[in-house]
């Protein structure tokens, strides 16, 4: 069965310092799609980034940057020089039945807090 | 283009009472999903749709029916609410690459 992980319930940081979200998923499709979401504290769900499983290049969106490394079946997000606008909850999430339009299995969230 | 609008935003009912909640999206995507967000369990899918007048269901779909008569709305409906279903719920929609949500419900149930 699918799983995603995100053993980092809660993470604090000052602003500017670098920071990195964990994922790690389970899966036994060979063809699946990886996404983050952000939830800012104002509640709604923030797509950032989706990524296929034949893809394993890094990605990077300014201060953000993803690495999927399927020999470990991780998905890792970086947040750069974090700001205070960077806190909120972030999810890792996984489709399944091996399209990107299936069902999302999400981990239970990392809140990262970015103190001034 | 107001993507994925959910109504109402928050609602209290007392147990036993009933509510629909909708969801709307205006940019002509075929896949709608309805999740529950609860503290520490991150979202949960309810019921799902592949397209106008087919549902199915989810990973918790037990106490909610839910019906898509036209592509861009999707109903979830509570018939018996109980305390148990007190959460936050996000309607979902996607043209096959990723959800794009909506702002959320907050349902309390007494």
């Known amino acids: 069965a699918q799983k995603v992980t995100q053993a980092q319930t809660e993470i604090s940081v000052v602003e500017k310092e670098d920071v990195t979200l964990d994922c790690v998923y389970e899966t036994r ?68 039945g091996g399209g990107s339009q299936g069902n999302l299995i999400f981990g239970k969230g990392t809140k990262l807090s970015v103190k001034p | 283009n107001a993507g994925v609008t959910q109504t109402p ?61 036209k592509k861009q709305n999707f109903l979830l409906g509570l018939e018996s609410a109980a305390p148990s279903q007190t959460s936050v719920y996000f309607c979902a929609s996607s043209p096959g690459t990723a959800q794009f949500f909506g702002p959320g419900t907050r349902l309390t149930v007494l």
């Open chain 1, 29 to 96: 499709d060979t063809t699946y799609y990886l996404f983050w979401y952000k939830q800012p504290p104002s509640g709604e769900l923030v797509f950032l980034i989706r990524r296929n499983s034949f893809d394993e290049q890094n990605e990077i969106s300014g201060r953000y940057s993803w690495n999927f490394q399927k020999s470990t079946s991780s998905f890792n997000f970086t947040i750069t020089a974090s700001q205070v606008v960077d806190s909120a909850v972030y999810f890792c999430a996984l489709t399944e």
């Open chain 2, 9 to 69: 935003k928050f609602r209290v009912l007392k147990t036993g009472q009933s509510m629909t909640l909708l969801c709307a999206q205006d940019m002509n995507h075929e896949y709608m999903y309805w999740y529950r967000q609860d503290p520490g369990m991150g979202l949960r899918l309810i019921h799902y749709s592949v397209g106008e007048g087919t549902t199915a269901k989810g990973e918790v779909p037990d106490g909610y029916n839910v019906s898509r008569l």
